[in-house]
């Protein structure tokens, strides 16, 4: 299984950045599909989650009404698009796959494999 993210980049405080994250080796329409981030000396946070279908989708606090998860099953790809950037946004973004059907998608447990991260850097 790999998972392959794109898309950051240095950006200015209210800007906009769209993340991919294509994937392989396994049947991508089947699972849930998360976005996590890690900023420097910081524990990696859930940012975002979307079930097999899209049917339901989680978000952090944090990021409610500025970012926007979605998946295309038949690119086998997740995005997130991320508006109204802050300074605090800034981390490096990993997508991840829950291929154990756990429920609770907020949780850095429940996802098994894990793209190689992208960094996002947003300056003020």
């Known amino acids: 299984v790999q998972l392959q993210a794109s898309g950051g980049g240095l950006v200015q405080a209210g800007d906009s950045l769209r993340l991919s994250c294509t994937t392989s080796?396994?049947?991508?329409?089947?699972?849930?599909m998360g976005w996590f981030r890690q900023a420097p000396g910081k524990e990696r946070e859930f940012v975002a989650a979307?079930?097999?279908?899209?049917?339901?989708?989680d978000y952090a606090d944090s990021v409610k009404g500025r970012f926007t998860i979605s998946r295309d099953n038949a690119k086998n790809t997740e995005y997130l698009q991320m508006n109204s950037l802050k300074p605090e946004d800034t981390a490096v973004y990993y997508c991840a796959v829950n291929a154990g059907r756990r429920r609770d998608l907020k949780n850095v447990g429940s996802y098994d494999y894990w793209g190689q991260g992208t960094l996002v850097t947003v300056s003020s």
């Open positions: 080796g396994l049947t991508f329409s089947s699972y849930a």
């Open positions: 979307i079930n097999w279908s899209g049917g339901r989708i």
